[in-house]
Antibody
Framework: EVQLVESGGGLVLPGGSLRLSCAAS????????MNWVRQVPGKGLEWLAI????????HYADSVEGRIAISRDNAKNSLSLQMDSLRAEDSAVYYC???????????WGQGALVTVSS | QSALTQPASVSGSPGQSITISCTGT?????????VSWYQQHPGKAPKHLIY???KRPSGVSNRFSGSKSGDTASLTISGLQAEDEADYHC??????????FGGGTKLTVL
């Protein structure tokens, strides 16, 4: 069974930084493209970033490029998202998701809530 | 990239069929057959229902079907059941290599 478990969410001050992690199991993590998607509670979904199998290829949404960085550790079956210069509008639930091709997401974690507030 | 356009809400009675539309442009839905649909119950993560416009992942009921015409994709749910009450999100790969989602549609089963 595919499992994706996000951690690292919480309350952060505006301008602060946060690092989210995602522990993956139940599939060949090292063979999978991975993504981060977020959702403001009660609103729609927003794709943020994708990383290829060996971590050498990354692509970001324009809305967050320069403020976030996606990375992975295949030895630990782990995906990460480093977020800097956080703003109130970054408050959302952040999901770690697998990619079955062309950014179509077949498995989702339970999400990590990030709240940016003073 | 602008979001895809979905109706804010749709409703139907048990046993009926409903269709949710998702309108984009020739730079996303009109360009590729990489349209997905997701079902999301309150407080839960989205679940993948449809990929490549009309394909169902293993385990998804055949009551869910997808189609596309031009710049508009559609999700049809037949034999509506109470447990289908949820939010539905569409998405499409774009010509710039990014992904765009719709704003989501709330389905109410009367």
């Amino acid at each position: 069974e595919v499992q994706l478990v996000e951690s690292g969410g919480g309350l952060v001050l505006p301008g602060g930084s946060l690092r989210l992690s995602c522990a993956a199991s139940g599939f060949n993590f090292g063979d999978s493209w991975m993504n981060w998607v977020r959702q403001v509670p009660g609103k729609g979904l927003e794709w943020l970033a994708i990383i290829n199998q060996d971590g050498t290829g990354k692509h970001y949404a324009d809305s967050v490029e320069g403020r976030i960085a996606i990375s992975r550790d295949n030895a630990k079956n782990s995906l990460s998202l480093q977020m800097d210069s956080l703003r109130a509008e970054d408050s959302a639930v952040y999901y770690c998701v697998t990619d079955r091709g062309y950014k179509q997401f077949d498995h989702w974690g339970q999400g990590a809530l990030v709240t940016v507030s003073s | 990239q602008s979001a895809l356009t979905q109706p804010a809400s749709v409703s139907g009675s048990p046993g009926q069929s409903i269709t949710i539309s998702c309108t984009g442009t020739r730079s996303d839905i009109g360009a590729y057959n990489y349209v997905s649909w997701y079902q999301q119950h309150p407080g839960k993560a989205p679940k993948h229902l449809i990929y490549d416009v009309s394909k169902r992942p293993s385990g998804v009921s055949n009551r869910f079907s997808g189609s596309k015409s031009g710049d508009t994709a559609s999700l049809t749910i037949s034999g509506l059941q109470a447990e289908d009450e949820a939010d539905y999100h569409c998405s499409s790969f774009t010509t710039s290599g990014t992904l765009v989602f719709g704003g989501g549609t709330k389905l109410t089963v009367l």
